[in-house]
């Protein structure tokens, strides 16, 4: 499996997503600047968490324009999967590959907390190896998660099955205090309409392995190898 | 050419930091703030001489890039 991983200046996510697609996808990953013209042939593009031009104007915006975001667009609209993570999901939410935008947490606080999700589609590169309905555990730390948006993209998403993750509490239910954010129907993650896209807040790449503290987010790699 | 834009939060957006700001006024003893939301001020020099092109550019900035038109409006004055 052929990964590439896209480095904007403030990315600091990119290192250990590259390490957790080399321990179990194998093989190597193009860590590639956002500079560059092209992506190398990939199996799938991952965009990573961090701080992109450091949030400046809005979270993501700047990184969106970047030179190799070209090549993203062009090779997700061919069909490559796609998979942006925190700060990854703001730049697909800016660049339109997914609706919606990621505003400031409700609570105005930055969160640094594990969270539980449900899984709610397992038809993406990105969730096969889950089974649908399962409750998982990953850590979220960002400032911005509050996703939003109209009224009309909300039915379209929920009547497409486009969202993917869901806050929940340990037990799967949907409450107040499981939502860390104030996100819209406690999105947690959504895909796009070909569902080879997906943009979600918590970093799987933080509990792929043992010694991390939990396996919850192997699956999201794993699923790759499941793909059909 | 001096492009002034202003871009804000479209109503019914929630404002949480516009809320910090309206407690904080409070605290500073001005009262009678119904009120606050946050907006974005840019403030843009451009080479091009014609208003008609100068307006393209500026619709193309901010569509583009300076706001975001999910939650965002702007508007703009462009000067000499």
């Known amino acids: 499996m052929r990964a590439s991983v896209i480095v904007f200046p403030g990315s600091n996510c990119d290192r250990d997503i590259k390490v957790a697609l080399e321990a179990v996808l194998g093989g190597k990953v193009n860590m590639v600047w956002h500079g560059e013209a092209e992506v190398p042939a990939s199996d799938v593009i991952v965009l990573p968490g961090g701080f992109s031009y450091g949030d400046y104007l809005r979270c993501g915006a700047m990184a969106a324009q970047a030179p190799i975001m070209r090549d993203v667009i062009a090779k997700a609209k061919a069909g490559t999967p796609v998979l942006g993570i925190c700060n990854g999901f703001q730049v697909l939410t800016e660049t339109q590959l997914l609706p919606g935008v990621l505003m400031r947490n409700a609570s105005l606080k930055f969160v640094c907390r594990d969270v539980h999700l449900k899984v709610e589609q397992t038809d993406t590169p990105f969730s096969r190896a889950y089974t649908k309905g399962q409750v998982v555990r990953m850590p979220i730390a960002h400032h911005d998660g509050n996703y939003f948006t109209d009224a009309d993209t909300l039915a379209r998403l929920e009547g497409e099955g486009r969202v993917v993750f869901r806050y929940v509490d340990a037990k799967g239910e949907r409450t107040a205090a499981a939502n860390p954010n104030g996100a819209l129907a406690d999105i947690a993650g959504i895909c796009s309409e070909n569902r080879r896209i997906v943009g979600l807040m918590p970093h799987p790449e933080r509990l792929y392995e043992p010694m991390l503290g939990g396996i919850d987010g192997r699956g999201m790699i794993e699923s790759l190898l499941a793909a059909a | ?80």
């Open chain 2, 1 to 80: 050419m001096k492009a002034l834009i202003k871009v804000t939060l479209k109503n019914g957006v929630l404002d949480p930091q516009g809320k910090a700001i309206e407690g904080a006024l409070a605290g500073l003893g001005v009262g009678g703030v119904e009120s606050v939301r946050q907006g974005k001020l840019f403030e843009i020099a451009l080479a091009e001489t014609d208003a008609g092109k100068a307006k393209e550019q500026v619709e193309r900035m901010c569509r583009g890039l300076l706001a975001n038109m999910v939650i965002e409006n702007y508007s703009y004055e462009i000067s000499e």
